[in-house]
T-cell receptor, first 112, second 113 residues
């Protein structure tokens, strides 16, 4: 299995600011994903971040708003830029390894 | 990825079997059926997956119909801690890699005393 940690676990931010979320995995993985879960909703894939290549964004998500870094096989960051109240969500990091997909505990973001 | 259809919510008495259905009528021959659950305020947890044959592990059993157009997740003895949203997802699984995991709305299972 893979153990995933995220920082911060939660934050309250003012609109117009940016927040960088960190994702650390306890083993080397190639495939890493970032999801968003808005209040009362299901999970929506933001982007796929494979090490050594540019992140691939899903429809409705753009790099300027959600820049992603993937410097090595155990770490990634997602930045939520120029935040608005609509960005209030739980952001989850996920990895696919050894035939299974694992999820981090999530970062609960509230934008005021 | 094939779409799935699940009931919005279900109730189950503690100690009884919880049977969660899922329709995936457009599934293709090389797509797997996966089940995850999300307990409130936590990240999704993998439960089980299968291709054609029925599967069982320490958490649950997965029954896939012969035509593969539907499946049922069975929690044999539901407990209060099984209260969660259960997601049925079909995805392509290849050696060492997989297609993206697309979540639907899931089934909210409420286990009661």
């Amino acid at each position: 299995s893979a153990v995933i940690s995220q920082k911060p676990s939660r934050d309250i931010c003012q609109r117009g600011t940016s927040l960088t979320i960190q994702c650390q995995v306890d083993s080397q993985v190639t495939m890493m994903f970032w999801y968003r879960q808005q209040p009362g909703q299901s999970l929506t894939l933001i982007a796929t971040a494979n090490q050594g290549s540019e992140a691939t964004y899903e429809s409705g998500f753009v790099i300027d708003k959600f820049p992603i870094s993937r410097p090595n096989l155990t770490f990634s960051t997602l930045t939520v830029s120029n935040m608005s109240p609509e960005d209030s969500s739980i952001y989850l990091c996920s990895v696919f390894t050894l035939g299974e997909q694992y999820f981090g505990p999530g970062t609960r973001l509230t934008v005021t | 990825d094939a779409k799935t259809t699940q009931p919005t919510s279900m109730d189950c008495a503690e100690g009884r079997a919880a049977n969660l259905p899922c329709n995936h009528s457009t599934i293709s021959g090389n797509e797997y059926v996966y089940w995850y659950r999300q307990i409130h305020s936590q990240g999704p947890q993998y439960i089980i997956h299968g291709l054609k044959n029925n599967e069982t592990n320490e958490m649950a059993s997965l029954i896939i119909t012969e035509d593969r157009k539907s499946s049922t997740l069975i929690l044999p003895h539901a407990t209060l801690r099984d209260t969660a949203v259960y997601y049925c997802i079909v995805r392509l699984l290849l050696t060492g890699t997989a297609s993206k995991l697309t979540f639907g709305t899931g089934t909210r299972l409420q286990v009661t005393l």
